[in-house]
């Protein structure tokens, strides 16, 4: 593992259990462009890692400081998720320069670093993976619609919602956002907080509005995650 430490972290609040992993990608051109702005003090953010496209990983931030990723953010009522969580950087353009799949390498290199940090601080394998879109579903859409999320699942890195039968029954629109609310998600924009879900968990339908497998799949995940 690489190191190229940056200036832009602090002390993680004492009242702030540290309980996730914010998954985010770099919507630069280049890695370097996105090394040299997460290790500049006037840039004011960072990472505790980067992942480059070929798998290779360079540190930033040691896990036990609080790394500048989440920026206004809220998840579980908690809004200090720079605190409450390590960051990752996935080398990719983004939505803005280019979005393109996560190579195979990367997301190896992503499963065996985040199988380390769940061990050493003793996370909740299937809760403790967020997007950046989740805890800031206004502002933001990493890592987007191709981050393999069902494959990461399979590896026991988060939870993929399987729908029953009966979370296809009687379908209330109404149910979405109090669904949304209580797995995490900031309810201010509710169609934000449903088009995030949708990213994530039903990507071939990021509508904004709940259709009936979108329905079934807030149930079947709020199910599995409690
Ligand atoms: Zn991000």
Excluded at 55 to 67: F, H, L, P, S, Y
Excluded at 190 to 197: C, Q
């Amino acid at each position: 593992m690489k190191q190229s430490p940056s200036p832009n972290f602090n002390a993680r609040a004492a009242t702030v259990a540290l309980n996730a992993v914010v998954i985010h990608y770099t919507g630069m051109k280049t890695a370097q462009e996105a090394l040299a702005r997460m290790c500049d003090a006037e840039s004011k953010v960072s990472a505790h890692y980067m992942i480059d496209e070929d798998g290779a990983i360079t540190q930033m931030v040691d896990e036990k400081n609080r790394a500048w990723h989440a920026g206004a953010s809220f998840w579980r009522g908690v809004t200090d998720m720079n605190s409450a969580s390590m960051g990752i950087e996935l080398v990719n353009p983004g939505h803005e320069f280019g979005y393109r799949l996560f190579p195979t390498a990367q997301i190896m290199a992503l499963c065996d670093l985040l199988h380390g940090i769940i061990q050493r601080h003793s996370l909740n394998a299937k809760t403790c993976l967020l997007a950046h879109s989740d805890i800031a579903p206004s502002r933001k859409q990493d890592p987007g619609e191709l981050f393999p999320w069902a494959y990461l699942a399979q590896q026991g890195l988060g939870a993929w919602p399987e729908p029953a039968e009966q979370d296809y029954e009687t379908p209330r629109q109404t149910e979405a956002t109090a669904l949304l609310s209580q797995i995490g998600y900031d309810i201010t924009a509710p169609d934000d907080a449903l088009t995030a879900f949708q990213r994530r968990f039903h990507p071939e339908n990021i509508t904004g509005v709940a259709n009936l497998e979108t329905i079934a799949r807030l149930r079947a995940y709020k199910k599995s995650v409690g």
